[in-house]
């Protein structure tokens, strides 16, 4: 199970690297602007499919991600330190769907650029009140407190 989820953080690796706005509606600009000017517009609000775009300008990502690499086949691969880490080599099925889990996050991300801001502003905002973060705040003093005193 730790195979997927660093071979998922591999894959969200390259994923993350190019950050699209939210698309936002376009406004109404009038009579005044030429059909060049808005269709730039237009464009610059698309998101960007390609997760490879610019994929060599950055060494240092290159060096992060083959070390993660080599660090989780060493952990994973060899029996003398897979005991130090309690792991066991992985069958060729579990490393085949350690790929498809890295894989479906792509498609994921997909799925998410193609919904565009409704999927965004359909979600709830999550905001906490002053009173439930004071009865939070409370109840953690309580509990530092009563460790505070068993440890005299």
């Keep these: 199970m730790f195979q997927c989820f660093i071979m998922m953080n591999l894959f969200n690796m390259?994923?993350?690297r190019v950050l699209?706005?939210?698309?936002?509606?376009?406004?109404?600009l009038g009579e005044d602007v030429d059909a060049e000017d808005r269709q730039a517009l237009?464009?610059?609000n698309k998101p960007n499919f390609n997760i490879f775009h610019r994929m060599f300008d950055n060494l240092w990502f290159w060096?992060?991600?083959m070390a993660e690499l080599n660090v989780q086949f060493l952990?994973?691969?060899y029996m003398g330190?897979?005991?130090f880490f309690g792991t066991t080599p992985l069958?060729?099925?579990m490393h085949m769907t350690a790929l498809g889990l890295g894989i479906g996050s792509w498609l994921v991300c997909m799925l998410i650029k193609i919904s565009g801001p409704k999927l965004v502003h359909a979600m709830p905002?999550?905001?906490?009140?002053?009173?439930?973060l004071e009865r939070a705040r409370a109840f953690s003093s309580r509990a530092h407190n009563s460790v505070a005193f068993a440890n005299m």
């Design 14 to 16: 390259v994923n993350c």
């Design 20 to 28: 699209d706005p939210i698309p936002q509606p376009v406004p109404d």
């Design 42 to 44: 237009i464009d610059a």
């Design 63 to 65: 060096i992060v991600i």
């Design 75 to 77: 952990m994973v691969g």
């Design 81 to 83: 330190l897979g005991s």
């Design 91 to 93: 069958t060729f099925s």
């Design 125 to 132: 905002d999550v905001n906490e009140d002053t009173e439930a």
